[in-house]
């Protein structure tokens, strides 16, 4: 299969001029932000773009603002030849890969912050992530000025800030959250499974297993408690060697459910490590 | 003079249809943010707007997240019909006076905030003052989608935050700041000038010949230092009761001048009070 070369807007300026001409035409506009290492969980988000609007602009930028020193910041995949290929044969109509200086320029000092849904489990874990999260995307909403944005239920946290951020901040788009991909094995598809060993792999397969056996027993009536502390129990017995959270929450604001058995739509989440690899799943109840 | 009633809308929703239509007719668009409380400041930035853009929405919202407890959030002005007709006969074309809860939905929970130009002046006497400031502002230039917004350099500091959000977040609108209009003695027009009492008007009046007077011996070279202690006791000695700030600082980043005379562009700043009243005004140097 041959694939035209993808047209590359570096600046908010080209970026713009480009979506201003789609939009002379009265074409829809959908973004898919990503931070590169594409895999095929982005590629379902850009052919769901595709059918939500012609024209699919996706934004590749390695965001520094939402990694905390220590973090995969400097080791996260970067193949921009690789992506921008992958994002040709799905369809994407251009790439948007602004430097760090096109996005911070010297004297930057604003921040978005989402309260609440921010909180709990990786706003724990990585305690200014989804202010780093939040900000950047909201320039991103405002640099292509898209009609619908598309993101993973992987990161169903992330999901959740940003559908509140563009609510209360009134940002005139579309926010469309899509189920996560899988490996055979259930693995979420995740940029950081490029990081696991052939040892640790395995292991890394069992991580959905055991959530979606927890949102089974929670289904079946089992109390919230229980079933925390047995999946817990699980993923230790698997070999992850650490573990940042197993939590069932709220599936609409994360707010803390129990005791005793759910009575509202929940979700199962989880991060848990391997070696210098830190995994995150979730699944509905 | 007889005017036309002046459209109001409500909702975000009406808001938007009608910048809709406008721009459907090709019409460029300027929002004038405002409180209420109108008078000749407010009526310029109109006035400058019309000159902008064939189309003007002045937003009136008495936005409590920036006042803190304490602080005169019910004794605010507020006469809409009043501030209506004013606008009307200014050259308006529609009003934007959303309520609280179409502004601030249950749950709502984001925040923007602006570090460095936030954090002197007012930033110290009023601690969450220009975080209720840029993200109300932000909100209002997301739901109204102007294509320009004019702001008062009366709040120089607010206008200063205003500007960064805008650019940090690349919100895509031009930020217009106009001069302070003026009292005959140079008291800076100001909604809260209404609570003066008739002894304390004449005292209130002299705060912008002292700020002027302070701008005048900078520009004859005198040190920063000197010149904020003369002021500050000129301030005293003309019957302010307290004093917030006088401080002389960069005109663009409000960073600190001085020690000794000032070698770049700077602007005198004041906060003071007269009984429960709090005045403040600024003075390019």
New interface residues.
């Given amino acids: 299969m041959t694939t035209a070369a993808l047209p590359v807007a570096r600046t908010?300026a080209a970026l713009?001029a480009q979506v201003a001409a789609w939009r002379a035409a009265g074409e829809r506009v959908a973004l898919v932000p990503t931070m590169g290492g594409l895999h095929e969980g982005h590629l379902a988000l850009v052919r769901r773009a595709r059918d939500l609007a012609p024209r699919v602009v996706t934004s590749l930028f390695v965001n520094p603002t939402q990694f905390a020193p220590g973090e995969d910041f400097d080791a996260y995949p970067r193949d921009e030849p690789r992506d921008a290929a992958l994002l040709a044969a799905a369809g994407c109509d251009l790439l948007y890969a602004p430097t760090a200086g096109e996005m911070y320029?010297d004297?930057?000092?604003?921040?978005?912050?989402?309260?609440?849904?921010s909180a709990p489990l990786d706003g724990i874990s990585r305690p200014h992530h989804f202010a780093g999260v939040?900000?950047v995307v909201?320039?991103l909403l405002?640099?292509c000025?898209p009609d619908v944005a598309v993101f993973g239920e992987k990161d169903y946290q992330q999901l959740l800030v940003i559908r509140?951020?563009v609510?209360?901040?009134?940002?005139?788009v579309q926010i469309v959250g899509l189920p996560t991909v899988r490996d055979a094995d259930g693995l979420a598809l995740s940029s950081r499974n490029a990081y696991l060993t052939p040892e640790q792999r395995p292991i890394a397969g069992q991580l959905n297993a055991i959530i979606k056996a927890a949102a089974e027993a929670l289904r079946g009536g089992e109390a919230v408690e229980a079933v925390e502390a047995s999946a817990q129990a699980a993923l230790s017995q698997a070999g992850f060697e650490r573990l940042d959270y197993l939590e069932v929450r709220a599936a609409d604001?994360l707010a803390r459910l129990g005791p005793g058995p759910i009575a509202a739509p929940a979700r199962v989440f989880v991060a848990a490590r391997l070696g210098r690899t830190r995994l995150i799943d979730n699944w509905p109840v």
């Fill in positions: 908010v713009r320029p004297g930057f000092s604003t921040t978005v912050t989402v309260a609440e849904v939040a900000s909201s320039k405002n640099q000025g509140r951020m609510r209360d901040l009134d940002m005139p604001d």
